[in-house]
């Protein structure tokens, strides 16, 4: 089974909606047959990849919110973070661009598989949520994922570059063609769509649904005199 996640470095509940499918998978009885796959989507293609401003100044002005009423946003979603066992420093992160996080997101794969990935996105968010960190800074980037187990010249060579550039934006447009319209957003065996940070219950159930749908039980309709692992019944 295949699960497609697409999310953002900077999106908090994407985070959240990552620890909550984990919590399922830990107790999902086929969890060693399930494959983790991390796609690209991006909240602000426009955003700055020098940070002049943080992200609760964002919010208030996006949203037409006060400083306070952008802090106290911040800190329900800390809240809930916490109950994940997540350390959320909202107060603290930068409003930046994540074009060259996830293009060696993309490295980590073409590298190391989705094992590798997986470390390379954890190791991302992170560094933004818990450590607010500047990931849209090269040498911060370069620090996470080479300690994460990228290799540094690849690095280097894709942070010099525009490579990967085509398969964020190829990712960005498959979540529009799904019917996306924010993240974090899970699809299971190209069939099931999971929009949200939903609870973890609510991933266990769809887990075992699609599961369920593609390893179908014959129904025995009759049986009757049979061998087996024991001998023949005579």
Known sequence: MKIEIWSDVVCPWCYIGKRRIENALAAFEHADEVEVHWRSYQLDPGAPTQPTESAAAMIARKY??????????QDRVEAVAAEEGLVYRLS???HLNTVDAHRLIHLAHAQGGNELQGRVKEALLAAYFTEARNVADHAVLREVTVAA????????????????????????????????TGVPFFVID????????????????VLER???DSHPKIEVLATGDECGPDGCAI
């Not at 942070?159 to 990712?171: I, M, N, T, Y």
């Not at 190209?190 to 266990?204: D, I, R």
Request: proline share 3%; aromatic share 8%.
């Open 190 to 205: 190209q069939k099931y769509g999971v929009s949200g940070a939903q609870p973890t219950e609510t991933f266990t159930q």
């Open 64 to 73: 037409g919110q006060s400083a306070a009423g952008a802090q106290q946003m």
């Open 92 to 94: 603290q992160t930068l």
């Open 149 to 180: 187990g990228l290799e540094p010249a690849r690095v280097e060579e894709v942070l010099a570059s525009r490579e990967f550039e085509a398969e964020v934006h190829a990712d960005i447009e498959q979540a529009q063609a799904y019917g996306a």
């Open 210 to 212: 699609a599961w369920s």
